[in-house]
């Protein structure tokens, strides 16, 4: 077990690594527009820790370990954190019940992921999130998936993205895109607006069928998303928008704000083990409206 942990972990952290420096690249091949003349932007590296020996925290649980939080405002980035975790410990009775696997085991849980949102100047780029994580109690899974959100829709855009991790997907196995591009649709909805917040990508969890073919899967869903992504930014980072086009784009980033504090999971989790609140909330835009 030690020893999947460890790998898991260190493909996390190193696939942080990768996103920040091809993010960093990104901001440094800005050429044009309102915000060319600012500098570039730089991730500020924030490590945390989690350490309340044997005691329950304020959520019930017993949480050890810790993460890095990376965030950067910059000139093609507007706000984009991408955050790693590596923590362990005992669920609170109440959220054990929620956690498969994890009554059998006591309350006992590892979990280690990299979790990624950006947030545009342009409103003609897409805003995005990725995760990808491991997560062990008496059961070992991964989960995670990409979605893109676009302010304001570009159908080469959406088919590029799609098209990227279906090519992902069926390279492991062909029933994977279809389900898991259902399950993102389920997912990423807002009930009570009846509309989607963005135009999907994939989303998946629980998945235990075998630990090396599950690890290459989300390992590639990481990769995939470092490919495909930075292509579509450096497609349009470079156009001229209007302030009209700024105006909707801060409106549509309210539905991300209601969808991150009403329905996440990923937030719920962080929250009600005791994480890093900052880290678990750098998800939500440094600016948004509603009409």
Not at 98 to 105: L, S, V
Not at 279 to 291: D, F, H, Q, V, Y
């Amino acid at each position: 077990m030690k020893n999947k942990q460890d790998c898991a972990a260190g493909w996390f952290k190193t696939l942080q690594d990768m996103i920040c420096a091809e993010f960093e690249k990104i901001e440094d091949e800005l050429a044009e527009g309102p915000h060319a003349s600012l500098e570039p932007g730089r991730f500020a590296q924030t490590p945390w820790t989690r350490e309340t020996g044997h005691q329950p925290n304020e959520s019930g649980s017993v949480l050890q370990g810790g993460g890095e939080m990376r965030l950067m405002k910059g000139r093609v980035f507007e706000k984009v954190g991408v955050n790693f975790s590596e923590v362990y410990g005992t669920f609170s009775p109440e959220f054990a019940g929620k956690i498969p696997g994890a009554d059998e085991n006591n309350g006992a849980f590892w979990a280690s992921g990299i979790s990624l949102v950006a947030h545009m100047r342009s409103p003609l780029v897409p805003a995005i999130h990725m995760n990808t994580r491991m997560i062990a109690t008496s059961k070992i899974w991964f989960g995670g998936g990409a979605d893109l959100t676009p302010m304001i829709p570009d159908e080469n855009d959406t088919q590029a993205f799609h098209a990227a991790l279906k090519e992902c997907c069926d390279r492991h196995d062909p029933a994977f895109y279809p389900e898991y591009k259902a399950w993102c649709d389920r997912y990423f909805f807002l009930p009570h607006r009846n509309e989607p917040r963005g135009v999907g990508g994939i989303f998946y969890d629980y998945l235990e069928r075998d630990w090396e073919k599950d690890f290459a899967f989300t390992q590639d869903v990481g990769r995939t998303f470092l490919d495909i992504y930075p292509q579509l930014v450096r497609k349009s980072m470079h156009k001229p928008w209007t302030a009209e086009q700024r105006e909707h784009q801060l409106v549509r980033r309210g539905r991300y704000v209601e969808f991150n504090l009403l329905y996440d999971r990923g937030t719920q989790f962080g929250l009600k083990t005791g994480g890093n609140t900052e880290a678990i909330l750098m998800s939500l835009p440094p600016e948004a409206k509603w009409p």
